[in-house]
């Protein structure tokens, strides 16, 4: 079971980044995705959610009408677009697949908001 994150990196303010989360080893359109975040000294906390057909999508308020979460399951794959992005959005952002008590979670990778 593998979840691959890609697509982090340094921004600037009001810039835009998309991260994937590329799935292996289970049946990815059986899954809920979510995207989590965690920034130094805080809690991780959740930022997105999709449900396992796409039909129903969550945010945080903090990232309402910003951020967009997506998913291909043809391509096992899901999407966080994230735009008009703020410095407090700097963290290691982290994607989960969760189905029936399973839970498999990504590496993580780092995104930076800053000029």
């Known amino acids: 079971v593998r979840l691959v994150q890609s697509g982090g990196g340094l921004v600037q303010p009001g810039g835009s980044l998309r991260l994937s989360c590329a799935a292996s080893g289970f049946t990815f359109s059986r899954f809920a995705m979510s995207w989590y975040r965690q920034a130094p000294g805080k809690e991780r906390e959740m930022v997105a959610f999709i449900s396992s057909g796409g039909g129903y999508t969550n945010y945080a308020d903090s990232v309402k009408g910003r951020f967009t979460i997506s998913r291909d399951n043809a391509k096992n794959t899901a999407y966080l677009q994230m735009n008009s992005l703020k410095p407090e959005d700097t963290a290691v952002y982290y994607c989960?697949?969760?189905?029936?008590?399973?839970?498999?979670w990504g590496q993580g990778t780092q995104v930076t908001v800053s000029s």
């Open positions: 989960k697949a969760a189905s029936a008590g399973l839970v498999y």
